[in-house]
Each structure stands twice: as C-alpha cells, then as structure tokens.
C-alpha cells in the first residue's frame, strides 16, 4: 500500500485503516501520545476493539505487550511510527516482534509514512503492518532442520575419516561438547550385553578425571549394570531425563547407583541427560549419553537428533571394529611369514622390528630374514614385494623361502638375486620385488652384499659416523643377470652397527631427503643403552609421526671380529668386458668417497685415476676385475686387481712421445702420492694408488 496517498484528515484516517485487512497503527500527534490501532491488528493479537483511541504517555504503552526486534526490546524511539516522523521519510521493510504477557509472539513486517498537512508540517504518521508469523515460524523450522541436517552430515564425514577406535570416539565427544551436552558418556556393548568399554568426556580435565574415578568406584562396589543404560538395552529405545535425581525414586536403583546418581547431581551439577542406543543395522552396540545442566533444555527434536547420530556412530565404531579384527589376523599371519627368531651367533647382536602401515589392515610384503650357515657366515636378506594384501604375501614368502634355500648351494649374493629373479619370473611372472642379499663373516669381519633396486644400507661406526653403503642393481623381475653388477664387501670392526631396512622407513616423510637425514640422525645418535633393541629404536625415532606403508628394519651389531682394525674398506667385482659396469663401479667409488672425504676436496683427480686404471684393464685383459678402496689411514688406497698375465710398471713417459701407449700410468703416478703396479702373487695385475684426498675429521 503506498502510504502518501492516504488522507491527511485524522478522521478520515481512522475510519479507512478500520477497513484496511492489514494491522496498522496510526500516530495521529508528532508526539505519539494519541495512538489507534485499527480492528485487524487489535483481531490480530486478541485485544477488544472499543473504537477509542488509546492514550499512553511518550514511550510507554499500557497494554499487555513489548515490542523487540532480534529478542531485544525496543526503544519508544525505535517504534516504526516514530522513526517516521523523528526522520520525515517513508520506513519500508519494518522488521518488529511483538512478544504479548502471555507468551505469544507475532512477527510483523511493514511501512511506516510521516503524515502531513496541507503546509507540509508533519502532523502524525501511520504504518501497516503483513503478519509473518507463520512464515517465520516454518522458516526458523527449516533452518533448524538444515543445520540437523547439516550437522549429521558433518558428523557422519569426521566419523568416517578414522578405523582407530579411540580417535572415533573422540571425534563423537568433540561434536558434541558442547553443542548437545556438557558431558558425554559412551558405553561400547559386546553381544552379550556386557560393557567392554566405556568413554567419557568432559572439557574441564579436573571435573574428567573425577568422573572417570567416581563411575570406577560404582563398577567396583555396585550392580553389575547401570540402571539407565540397562534399560536402554533391553528396550532399544532412548529418551529424554528431565530430571536425574528422579532415578533416586526408583525402585530398581540401589543404594551404589543412588549415590552415582547423586554425585553427579551435587557435585558436578548435572541434571539432565538424553540417553540414545548406538545401532548399526539393527545391531545393538552401545549407548550414548548426552548429560548436561540446569540451564539445558532438551526437545524430543534433540532426541531424534541424537538417535540418528547415534546410528551413524554406532556404524563408525562397527567399522573400527572390524578393522581392528583384520588387522589383527593381518599381523598374526604376517608374524607367521616372518622368521620366528634371530640367529644366536657368537660376537653378533641381532634386532629386528616390522611394523604394518598406520592406515592398513591387510597383509604387506616386507620381510627380513638373517640365519647361521653351516661355515659360521650369516645370511642376511630383505626385500618388499610391489602391492599389498594376500598375494603380496605369498610372493614375500616364496621369495624368503627361496632365498634362504638357494644359499645351501650359492654364497655369491649377486647370484642369488639372480637365481631368484629366474624363479620369480617363473612363478610370478608380474610382480616386481626389491631385495638385499648379504653375506657376512665373522671371522673375516666382512659383510659381502648386493642390491635389487633395494634402499642402501646404512653402516654406523663405533665413533657414531654414519656410512651410507653404496647400492646398484634393478629389482627381480627386472633384472639383466648379464650386466647386473657385482657383489660389494665391506670391512667391519668392533661396535660397527648394520642397518637394513624397507623403504617404509625412508619415505613416510614423502621426502627422500628428509628421510634419510632422520634415518643418519637416528643411527648415529643411538644410545648405547639401547644397542640390544636398536632397529625398534630408529624405527621409533624415524617414524614418530606414523607411516602409512608398511616397515621392515634389521640391525646387526658387530661385538668383535676378525677384523680389528679401524678401517674403512670396500670392496668388489665386475667383469672387465661390461662397459655399463665399469662405469657403476666409477660412481660407486666416488659416492664412497665423498662420504669419507673432507669437504671442499677436489675428486676429479681421484675419477681419472680410476678411469685410467679401469681402462687399461678392460683394454688389455679379459676375465674378472676386483677393485678395493682403503680408508684406514690419512688418505685412501685405491687397488684394481685384473685377472690377466701380468706386468711391472716403471714410471716413464714412453720414448716415442707421440705414442698414447704408457702416458696414462704416467699421469696417474703424477696425480696420486704413492703408485705402482707389479704382478700379484695370485696372479693377474694389482695396480695400487694412493689419492691424494684428506678425511674428514
């Protein structure tokens, strides 16, 4: 209705709003002392309609309501009339409630328009009003039910993102402290009714713990059953507890649940509580109980609410369990694949830890296996199978297996790996396994190994300093046997420390970096308290944070050895006729190197030396190639042993000095602080240097 085209006489004003369908009111004074509502407002909220005008004071009104607007009550000057006329414009979209003495509520929208007379001087003002009760009312009920809605969606999302039982129950008593409760209480059932666990929460840890102490004395002392879970359970539906303290007239409450029951009333003051049963597919699981205040008010809204949560928890917990089931038969059968104990082998201490990935419940393919042979060498293999679940573990065990036989007949583990390539392209002709296979000699103090696309092992000295073992080889199933590379021999001494692992351990990180900077830490930072259970140690400190792939760590530790020198030695072989090895066993060298040397150093000079020593044997001879790297002293020993006939060197630049023959070992002597090359006892040639390369101190 446009306003400014009523008539400005009073009289006429009155007697046409009474038959407007609208409520409207009129000011017929700037001072709003003379106010008339019109016959449908007074219908509207009840009053008698007498036909006079109703009088009342400046911002007063006797009549049996108060004007609020988002529960507040209004000002006298915040009326719509008023602000009409205090700013001389037209009030649209006017939102009032109108809350009567007898509780009921109105909510009114309209206009509000000064009047004037015919000199334009503001005589009064008029505003007609739209009852939007009903409309309010249906709006505020969607909106609650899309934030029910809304809530249990979200709800039913967080439950869902963990199978840790612990972490869904508390999730479940995050959402709901302190929305729904000022306190919650999760009783988990078995099938026979019986409580196997019980959850409470509480934000205050003080008033926590004291309820956790008080329900442990009643499950000491009182009924084997909580009267109000009790009956949840029996009947399988919840409901609404108005009053807790109405559980003391009970006649089914002892004296114990009498006093729980009265604890919980005086001293925490909690006084009333919405108690649902948690079903999953008509399962009965357990009860949730939602206690809260005086000043709670709970709805049988809030009981349907809660039901459904309950529901949606219930299918939550039914998960977990479930998970913690498969995990369970998951580690059993993989401790079942594993070997049941380490070898007891003289001057050796063995440990060694497999722990499933965080978010797994089925079988991996990681494994280690360490055994004593009939020469007193200990045979070390690990390996991960691609892929998880049943038939990862099937090929992980063959594999085991496998490898464990074919030592009865192979000791080389370069052949080894070969042989079980051949069997697993056999059996298993679509998987891929990375593997390590060692050798390791007491007596000797040596541990000969190789690698099939395998993580490098890690080898801690006795002062704490870290080596990482250099590694080449492509998994089985990938392999060329023909040009994968030769076996490789350390030397170890007393205190030295072992480390093989699967590469769960490197990158739960997602960076291989950082991986390995915790697995150095780690290891060089042991404690020697904790020698005896130190692959359980690095995996704790590695992995603090969790993984979620699968780990398998191995540690040896040597006591004493054969070897009780304090070297740095590595050691091994390639055939002189394969170009891709000979150019490995390059990198393999300066990696080593490097490790060892100080920084800064220059380790071009120390690349050319073995270049040229390497080419002259893949040159002039055939057959196997041995090379040897040295670090016991100040500076590193580098010796290549070929298989050919044999020949002294004397350093010389040859007589025709356009010859390239001889110049190569000419310059070598001129690079390395010592040199030479003489016929080995055993036979072939045994060209020794020493690199002029400082050690790290």
């Known amino acids: 209705m446009d306003l400014s085209l009523l008539p400005s006489n009073s009289d006429e004003l009155v007697a046409l709003l009474d038959l407007l369908p609208t409520p409207s ?7 709003c002392t003379t106010v008339r509502m019109n016959r449908a407002f007074t219908d509207l909220i009840g009053l008698p309609s007498e036909g006079e005008a109703h009088t009342c004071t400046p911002g007063q009104w006797a009549r049996p309501y108060t004007y609020k607007r988002n529960g507040r009550e209004l000002e006298g000057t915040e009326l719509p009339i008023r602000v009409a006329i205090a700013t001389g414009r037209e009030l649209r979209n006017a939102d009032v409630e109108l809350h009567m003495d007898d509780g009921r509520v109105f909510h009114l929208v309209g206009s509000a328009a000064p009047l ?16 939007v009760t009903e409309r309010r009312s249906l709006q505020r009920k969607n909106e609650a039910l899309s934030a029910r809605l809304t809530y249990l969606a979200e709800a039913g999302q967080e439950l869902s993102e963990s199978l840790d039982m612990r972490a869904v129950l508390d999730t479940l008593t995050r959402i709901m402290v302190p929305r729904f409760a000022d306190c919650v209480s999760i009783s988990l059932m078995d099938e026979g009714g019986s409580t196997n666990m019980f959850h409470v929460f509480h934000r205050d840890r003080e008033v926590l713990s004291k309820l956790v102490e008080t329900r ?7 009924p084997s059953s909580f009267l109000i879970t009790e009956r949840v359970r029996k009947s399988g539906q919840g409901g609404v507890i108005e009053d807790l303290q109405s559980v003391m007239d009970d006649p089914d409450a002892d004296a114990q649940y009498r006093q729980y029951v009265q604890e919980l009333s005086e001293q925490f003051g909690f006084k009333k509580a919405v108690v649902v049963p948690m079903k999953n597919r008509c399962v009965f699981g357990g009860i949730l109980m939602a206690i809260g205040g005086a000043e709670r008010l709970y709805t049988e809204e809030d009981l349907r609410l809660l039901e459904e949560l309950g529901r949606r928890a219930a299918s939550a917990i039914d998960n977990a369990r479930s998970y913690e089931r498969q995990r369970r038969l998951a580690e059993t059968l993989q401790e079942a694949l594993l070997p049941a104990h380490l070898p007891h082998v003289e ?13 797994e419940a089925s079988v991996g393919g990681d494994w280690y296996d360490a055994f004593e042979l009939p020469d007193g060498r200990v045979a070390v293999s690990i390996g991960d199978v691609t892929g998880r679940g049943i038939d990862a573990a099937v090929v992980m065990s063959k594999m085991r297996h496998a490898i464990k036989a074919l030592t009865l007949y192979e000791s080389d583990p370069t052949k080894l790996l070969d042989a079980a390539d051949t069997m697993l392209r056999g059996s298993h002709s679509e998987a891929i396994v990375t593997a390590l296979v060692g050798m390791l000699d007491p007596r000797a103090g040596t541990l000969t190994y190789a690698t099939a696309g395998h993580p490098p092992p890690y080898l801690r000295r006795a002062g704490g300093r870290v080596v990482q073992l250099p590694c080449n080889g492509l998994p089985l199933g990938l392999r060329n046997n023909e040009k994968e590379p030769g076996a490789v021999t350390v030397h170890l001494c007393p205190d030295d420390i072992i480390l093989f692992y699967t590469d769960g351990l490197l990158e739960s990180t997602h960076d291989l970096t950082e991986g390995e900077r915790r697995i150095i830490n780690a290891l060089s930072e042991l404690d020697p308290e904790t020698y005896r ?13 969790g993984s979620r792939d699968d780990v398998a760590v191995l540690t040896i530790r ?18 002189s006729e394969n170009a891709l090895l000979a150019h490995q066993s390059r990198k393999l060298l300066l990696s080593y190197l490097v490790q060892l040397g100080a920084r800064g150093e220059d380790y ?42 044999g020949f002294d060197f004397e350093a010389h630049l040859p007589e025709d000095m356009l010859s390239e023959a001889g110049r190569g070992l000419f310059l070598v002597n001129a690079l390395t602080r010592e040199f030479d090359v003489k016929k ?15 050690r790290a101190k």
């Open 680 to 694: 080995a006892p055993e036979g072939g040639t045994l060209a020794r240097a020493v690199l002029q390369l400082e």
């Open 116 to 131: 004037r007379d015919a000199l334009g001087t503001i005589t009064g003002s008029v505003a007609t009003f739209m009852d």
């Open 216 to 222: 442990a004395r009643l499950k000491q002392t009182g």
């Open 558 to 575: 040597i006591l004493s050895s054969g070897n009780d020198r304090s070297a740095d030695t590595l050691q091994w072989s390639f055939d």
């Open 604 to 645: 071009s000079s120390a690349e050319l030396v073995f270049g040229e020593l390497v080419g002259n044997v893949v040159r002039h001879t055939a057959g196997r190639v041995t090379v040897r790297v040295d670090w016991r002293g100040g500076y590193p020993e580098l010796s290549v042993l070929d298989s050919g006939a």
């Open 347 to 359: 001057d050796l201490e063995f440990d060694a830890v497999y722990a499933p990935g965080d978010d």
């Open 533 to 545: 259970e130190a692959a359980h140690s690095i995996r704790a400190t590695v992995l603090h944070d």
């Open 25 to 31: 009111v009129i000011a017929l004074n700037p001072e």
